[in-house]
């Protein structure tokens, strides 16, 4: 029979061993993997509501999170919101936009804004971030920088 003192610190030296061990480098660089968040998105592609409208060839519709809110150029105006990240989900709401009027891409801004505002799982696949909303609709962004078409 083993005594509990030697049962007690053979517990508490394997307990030390896993955290050491799950504290180690594993897997790919952390550089290497993209998140969602402390990037810029650019908008590239998605369905046809938010793709058939005409945006701007000045200025990409852009998303960036930065730790609870959301940020970006909408297509007219910058707006940010409140977002929330749990495992693939993300929630974003309310939108606070500035005031701009913009005749050309207020249609395409609020398709944006509606489909933005409806995100509920996002994933991302090498440099390519999809949101998709509650109805099933997609927002496909590019890392600025590495847009190119979606």
Sequence with gaps: MVPMRTTLIMG???CQLFVAGCAGKSGP???TLPTIADQVWILTGGDPEVLTLPLSDKRPITLQIEGEIASGFSGCNQYNAPCTIKGDGITL???SLTKRACPDNMQAEEAFIAALSAAAHYRIEAH????VTTDGQSLIFGRDGEAGGG
């Design 12 to 14: 508490l030296l394997a």
């Design 128 to 131: 390519t971030l999809t949101i």
């Design 93 to 95: 709401g309310p939108m």
């Design 29 to 31: 660089d952390k550089k």
